[in-house]
């Protein structure tokens, strides 16, 4: 096991005891001057490169020039978000820049460039070009045109409905109670209604998306009823189910609703769990003792395990992940009262729903959290049929111009709302894919390590699919550019992916791994994915007995991208980890951990706001930050080149699994 060694220093040219000792200049003149003279990051410290045979170095030195003084990534970048843009899962745009990245591969010289189908999806989204304005009546001329008075900055979910070209219409708030939608009955007619916010309960600018996907499937089954919502048949008390417990899961501080239903007096006790907005599943492996029940509830996201204390009609417990991660629950024997209040309450809703419906409004306009919004998808994309979508449709407009909606229509001023939403959806099915692009080894071909990216985005207007993910696939793209174009000759395969339905659940990448036979897995190297934004590959998380490999392969990038900004090199920091290598879940390197290969997902250091980006209308190339895709660019090439000319495949003692987050109520934490 590799031990740390915190007070290594590396003499350069012999003109200083320690890199942190010399000037920047001094420096940068030193770690530049030969490969010979390169150094490794280990825990954030500098240490000697591990004596470990490597690629050839005249390569890696043609692969460092060709990425510092030929780099093509930014216009491979982009040409990618200026034609194609944003990429959905199953879009028109997502299979045509597929196509190209396919084509590019070949012009570099790469062998086996093809599509790899990994499934259908049966309804295909393509959103065209979207507007929405605030028009407001400023002449008192009869026949003057209502002028433009606010643009907004908006979304809507993927696989939902759009409007029928511009469609203007004034504003009205949602009713709440039936006294309410009578007081303003005949009105809702042609209006774009205001939801009101919900900026209480759980946290982050993703709730909202969570919301929309309820309220669309609310919506569309209320739509499908209204008569007999509207005229409802004498109704019964309602009952409660004496095995039905409701309460909540705590996520960071926010109570998110939960149900549980737990039978336990029979010879296999039986049950379901499940959680608002998150996923819904059987339990199993139910025990008792005492007082204390324990189970395994499977989910979406995986397995969890469940432990629950009973103190007559309430219960308290844990949700554990199988990294360890704890969600507090508690829950409450469902009583007639409650469920009759909650009964009623959802009466209430319905019927209003159902009412204002019936007028056909426009649509409805709801907020977000902040002045990003933030993109997903509705229910069933996958599987839903093109005559089964709903035709409501829900705007949700950034919060400023929420405010101003809400303010101006409680004021009473005579505002005019215009949408145009060219949301696009094509009765398919429709193939969907992977790209997959190699260059062949020399000497152990069925050995391979993997350089990837996930290609497909998230769609929202405005976006280019920018940080997430084109300059991991630009990323990707160049690295193979830059072996193709120094003429690199591996010992092992590197094999370069392009994934497809990474922001639907790794989809891609799994239906991958599960093509490959055991064999094939056992030959895969490393799988490494870049896919945190424009930041560069700065580091990356390591089991124990990986450290000295990765060491080594990555120490030939240290010292040669200086940053005049940052005013510091881009190093790549190798970061041990103990006995496993301790990632997240959140993106294609975890498919790959789950199938007992190791996979990495590179840090992503440096200046670049993330969040500001990520899934939002703000995703563009204005974001993009060239030295940064440049150096990563040029490690991804430098590192798979090293990985396939070592002595060995890159160690996988013990376990390699990540340590994944748990999943949460609204799929993933901000």
Not at 66 to 78: D, M, P, R
Not at 264 to 275: A, F, H, K, V, Y
Not at 336 to 350: F, G, I, L
Request: glycine letters at 8%; a negative charge; charged letters at 25%.
């Amino acid at each position: 096991m590799f031990k740390l060694n915190r007070f290594a220093v590396l003499t350069l040219a012999g003109t200083c005891l320690s890199l942190t000792a010399c000037s920047s200049s001094q420096t940068r003149d030193s770690a530049t001057e030969t490969q010979s003279q390169s150094y490794a990051v280990i825990a954030g410290e500098q240490a000697p490169v591990p004596q470990i045979e490597m690629g050839d170095p005249e390569t890696i030195n043609a692969i460092i020039n060709e990425g510092k003084n030929n780099s093509q990534v930014l216009a491979t970048l982009t040409e990618m978000c200026e034609t194609f843009g944003p990429r959905l899962t199953g879009s028109t745009s997502l299979e045509q820049s597929q196509r190209w990245a396919r084509d590019l591969f070949e012009s570099y010289g790469l062998s086996n460039a093809h599509l790899h189908k990994w499934g259908e999806v049966e309804t295909r989204f393509d959103r065209g070009p979207s507007t929405g304005r605030v028009l407001m009546q400023t002449s008192r001329r009869r026949d003057a045109e209502p002028r433009e008075v606010r643009s907004m900055e908006f979304t809507t979910l993927a696989w939902a409905p759009g409007t029928n070209g511009a469609e203007q219409g004034h504003t009205m708030f949602l009713p709440t109670t039936l006294d309410e939608y009578e007081s303003n009955q005949g009105k809702y007619e042609d209006a774009w209604i205001l939801i009101q916010p919900n900026y209480g309960g759980r946290g982050g600018i993703r709730s909202t998306g969570f919301l929309m996907r309820e309220r669309m499937d609310q919506r569309h089954e209320i739509r499908n009823n209204i008569d007999e919502i509207i005229n409802p048949a004498p109704a019964e008390n309602a009952q409660a189910d004496p095995y039905a417990w409701e309460g909540s899961f705590d996520y960071h501080g926010s109570q998110v609703p939960a149900t549980l239903t737990l039978v336990m007096d029979t010879d296999e006790p039986t049950g379901s769990m499940s959680i608002q907005n998150f996923s819904e599943g059987p339990i199993s492996n139910i025990e008792k003792n005492g007082n204390t029940v324990t189970f395994q509830w499977k989910h979406d996201m995986g397995t969890s395990n469940i432990e629950l204390t009973f103190d007559g009609d309430n219960a308290t417990g844990v949700s554990r992940a199988a990294s360890g991660n704890e969600f507090a629950l508690e829950f409450s024997r469902a009583t007639a009262e409650a469920v009759q209040e909650e009964q009623n309450e959802d009466d209430t809703m319905r019927q209003v729903m159902a009412r204002v419906l019936s007028e056909n409004p426009h649509g409805f306009v709801s907020s977000s959290k902040d002045e990003r919004v933030w993109t997903t998808s509705s229910n069933k994309w996958r599987e839903r049929k093109l005559e089964d979508y709903p035709e409501d449709v829900e705007v949700n407009v950034r919060q400023s111009d929420y405010d101003y909606l809400a303010t101006r229509t409680m004021e009473g001023v005579d505002l005019i709302v215009e949408f145009d939403l060219q949301n696009n959806l094509s009765a398919g099915p429709f193939p969907v894919y992977n790209v997959i692009a190699e260059i062949p080894g020399t000497e152990k071909p069925e050995e391979v390590v993997i350089i990837s990216a996930h290609m497909d985005s998230w769609n929202g207007p405005g976006s280019q699919g920018t940080v997430d993910n084109g300059t991991g696939t630009a990323v990707t793209i160049e690295a193979a550019r830059i072996l193709g174009a120094v003429g690199a000759q591996p010992k092992r395969t590197i094999r370069f992916a392009l994934w497809g339905g990474e922001e639907q659940g790794l989809l891609g990448s799994k239906a991958y791994i599960e093509s490959l036979s055991e064999e094939e897995l056992a030959n895969i190297s490393a799988a490494f994915v870049d896919d945190g934004g424009t930041n560069y590959e700065g580091g990356i998380p390591a089991a124990d007995f990986m450290v000295e490999y990765l060491a080594a392969a990555t120490a030939p990038i240290n010292g040669v991208f200086y940053s005049e900004t940052d005013e510091e090199y881009l190093n790549v920091n190798i970061r041990p980890t103990g006995d496993k290598i301790d990632t997240h879940g959140g993106s294609d390197h975890a498919a790959f951990n789950r199938a007992g290969v190791p996979g990495f997902f590179w840090d992503e250091v440096g200046r670049a706001d993330y969040q500001y980006g990520w899934h939002t209308q703000n995703d563009r190339l204005d974001l993009a930050i060239e030295e940064y895709l440049m150096q990563s660019a040029t490690n991804a090439a430098i590192v798979a080149y090293n990985l396939a000319n070592a002595p060995e495949l890159l160690p996988r003692e013990g376990e390699v699994f990540e340590n994944e987050d748990e999943g949460e109520p609204t799929a993933s934490a901000e």
